[in-house]
């Protein structure tokens, strides 16, 4: 028994990671079907590390009757044409695009801090999963935040080329080698040199001279955790493959030690703890990839405000950020309202 669930984009960094983690978790699966784009039809792509092969379906012309939940990364402008037609079909959308996590009649779920949200998804049968660095600060923030409420973030995030897809992890590879053998480093992808260099830049520029990614952050912290939570934010890419990696500065309206931090997030659902002062006591990015946790170090007070804290959160941002969150999602939605075929 199980469900019959498409996976589209399959073809994509996160498509792939989605079945892998379909298979890993061993999600009740009755029947899989992978679908992209028509330059992609026919193609094999396998299921995890299952032996299994899947052939790659034109998305344009799938038919989503019958199926129950369909797993879409496949960017807004796809998802505009294609989320709606699934979901009148009676297929559940959990998209991992941006295009509908502000509509207010669509859940913007993070499993492990809003799962209730997820009741409300009838209402236009899909279902959306946020930005990757927002997925894994407010599974970092949220246990803290039920035990003293937070009043305001002010986050720095080091975020990896592969959130920009693999032309992004391309143009790193591509650079770090023509930098070693004398070669030109032309950005294409991004907007200046990604290779040995950080670029405080993420998506378009907004009037008031954040980015959109940056105001992603505050509008999702709202929309998921709490409206009167106080957010601001620095979005910046980094030469790194795979892993988020954050810097957050918290007040809160009660007083919260660090070690009584370290305790709630020891126990939190989500989270790893992993805070020793000492070299090397804390996580990085490469150590997260692939792995399901949002690991959490270097938690401490913060003298210069009242009840404020410190702390550094990593995390696999196309797990996490994207593949994982969605997958958790599909087990929440089975759990709470799906019946198995």
Same mark, same amino acid.
């Given at each position: 028994?199980?469900?019959?669930?498409?996976?589209?984009?399959?073809?994509?960094?996160?498509?792939?990671?989605?079945?892998?983690?379909?298979?890993e978790?061993?999600?009740?699966?009755?029947?899989?079907?992978?679908?992209?784009?028509?330059?992609?039809? &026919? #193609?094999?792509? !396998?299921?995890?590390?299952?032996? @299994?092969?899947?052939?790659?379906?034109? *998305?344009? /012309?799938? %038919?989503?009757?019958?199926?129950?939940?369909?797993?879409?990364?496949?960017?807004?402008d796809?998802?505009?044409?294609?989320?709606?037609?699934?979901?009148?079909a009676?297929?559940?959308?959990?998209?991992?695009?941006?295009?509908?996590?502000?509509?207010?009649?669509?859940?913007?779920?993070?499993?492990?801090?809003?799962?209730?949200?997820?009741?409300?998804?009838?209402?236009?049968?899909?279902?959306?999963?946020p930005?990757?660095?927002?997925?894994?600060?407010?599974?970092?923030?949220?246990?803290?935040?039920?035990?003293?409420?937070?009043?305001?973030?002010?986050?720095?995030?080091?975020?990896?080329?592969?959130?920009?897809?693999?032309?992004?992890?391309?143009?790193?590879?591509?650079?770090?080698?023509?930098?070693?053998? &004398? #070669?030109?480093? !032309?950005?294409?992808?991004?907007? @200046?040199?990604?290779?040995?260099?950080? *670029?405080? /830049?993420? %998506?378009?520029?907004?009037?008031d001279?954040?980015?959109k990614?940056?105001?992603?952050?505050?509008?999702e912290?709202?929309?998921?955790?709490?409206?009167?939570?106080?957010?601001?934010?620095?979005?910046?890419?980094?030469?790194?493959?795979?892993?988020?990696?954050?810097?957050?500065?918290?007040?809160?309206?009660?007083?919260?030690?660090a070690?009584?931090a370290?305790?709630?997030?020891?126990?939190?659902?989500?989270?790893?703890?992993?805070?020793?002062?000492?070299?090397?006591?804390?996580?990085?990015?490469?150590?997260?990839?692939?792995?399901f946790?949002?690991?959490?170090?270097?938690?401490?007070?913060?003298?210069?405000?009242?009840?404020?804290?410190?702390?550094?959160?990593?995390?696999d941002?196309?797990?996490?950020?994207?593949?994982?969150?969605?997958?958790?999602?599909?087990?929440?939605?089975?759990?709470?309202?799906?019946?198995?075929?």
């Open positions: 028994m199980g469900y019959r669930v498409v996976v589209a984009g399959a073809t994509g960094n996160v498509g792939r990671e989605m079945l892998n983690i379909l298979a978790r061993e999600f009740p699966i009755a029947e899989l079907a992978a679908v992209a784009s028509a330059r992609s039809q &026919g #193609d094999q792509i !396998e299921f995890g590390e299952t032996g @299994k092969m899947l052939k790659v379906q034109n *998305i344009e /012309h799938f %038919d989503w009757s019958g199926w129950d939940i369909a797993l879409f990364a496949i960017g807004s796809a998802t505009k044409i294609y989320a709606p037609i699934a979901a009148a009676g297929c559940t959308v959990i998209d991992n695009s941006s295009l509908y996590r502000m509509e207010p009649d669509v859940p913007l779920i993070v499993p492990e801090v809003n799962p209730e949200a997820i009741d409300g998804y009838k209402a236009r049968n899909i279902i959306a999963n930005n990757c660095s927002t997925a894994q600060m407010v599974v970092a923030l949220k246990p803290l935040h039920d035990a003293a409420t937070i009043k305001r973030v002010v986050v720095s995030t080091y975020q990896s080329v592969s959130g920009a897809g693999k032309a992004g992890m391309d143009e790193l590879f591509e650079q770090s080698r023509n930098i070693f053998v &004398g #070669d030109p480093a !032309e950005p294409k992808k991004f907007t @200046k040199q990604i290779a040995f260099n950080v *670029i405080p /830049h993420i %998506d378009k520029f907004l009037d001279g954040f980015t990614e940056e105001w992603k952050m505050v509008v912290t709202k929309k998921i955790m709490d409206p009167k939570v106080k957010v601001t934010a620095t979005c910046v890419r980094v030469p790194v493959f795979v892993g988020h990696s954050e810097a957050i500065n918290i007040e809160f309206e009660k007083e919260l030690s070690e009584d370290q305790k709630i997030l020891r126990e939190a659902p989500g989270v790893m703890l992993v805070d020793k002062r000492e070299d090397g006591g804390y996580v990085t990015p490469v150590e997260c990839v692939g792995e946790a949002t690991y959490v170090s270097r938690v401490r007070e913060d003298p210069t405000v009242d009840n404020g804290l410190v702390l550094w959160c990593v995390s941002n196309l797990r996490k950020g994207a593949a994982l969150n969605a997958v958790q999602i599909a087990e929440l939605l089975g759990r709470r309202h799906l019946k198995k075929a």
